[in-house]
C-alpha cells in the first residue's frame, strides 16, 4: 500500500503562483510515475501533469502547458506541482496519484494509476 498526502492548497489570485506538494510513504519502492489530477465542481476529474520517477520525463496537458511544472524528489518520496500565472479555471480539487503496475500505462488516464491522494482544494480569484 502506498499513502498519498497532498497540501499546498489555497486561495490565490488570478495570475499568481502556488505549489503543490504531495507526501508518498509505505511501499513506495515500485513507483514508476507519479501524476496530478484536478476536479473541478461539476466536472469529470482530469489530467494535469506526470512525471516518470526514474528518468523525470514529464507529461502535461494542453490546458496547463507552459505554466505549470511538475517536479519530484526522490529521496523525499515527493513530487511538486509549481502552478504559475493561474486562471479561474484552475479552481479545482487537485489529487496526486501514483503508479506501480508493469503493463500498459497511459499517463493521462486516471483509471491507470494505483493509488490516490485525497486532493487539496485550489481557489483562483478573478
Known amino acids: 500500500q502506498v499513502q498519498l498526502v497532498e497540501s499546498g492548497g489555497g486561495l490565490v489570485q488570478a495570475g499568481g503562483s502556488l505549489r503543490l506538494s504531495c507526501v508518498a510513504s509505505g511501499r513506495t519502492a515500485g513507483t514508476s510515475y507519479m501524476g496530478w489530477f484536478r476536479q473541478a465542481p461539476g466536472k469529470e476529474r482530469e489530467f494535469a501533469a506526470a512525471i516518470n520517477w526514474s528518468g523525470g520525463n514529464t507529461f502535461y496537458a494542453d490546458s496547463v502547458k507552459g505554466r505549470f511544472t511538475i517536479s519530484r524528489d526522490n529521496a523525499k518520496n515527493t513530487v511538486y506541482l509549481q502552478m504559475n500565472s493561474v486562471e479561474p479555471a484552475d479552481t479545482a480539487v487537485y489529487y496526486c496519484?501514483?503508479?506501480?503496475?508493469?503493463?500498459?500505462?497511459?499517463?493521462?488516464?486516471?483509471?491507470?494509476?494505483?493509488?490516490w491522494g485525497q486532493g487539496t482544494q485550489v481557489t483562483v480569484s478573478s
Open positions: 496519484a501514483v503508479r506501480q503496475k508493469y503493463g500498459r500505462f497511459r499517463y493521462a488516464l486516471g483509471s491507470d494509476y494505483d493509488y
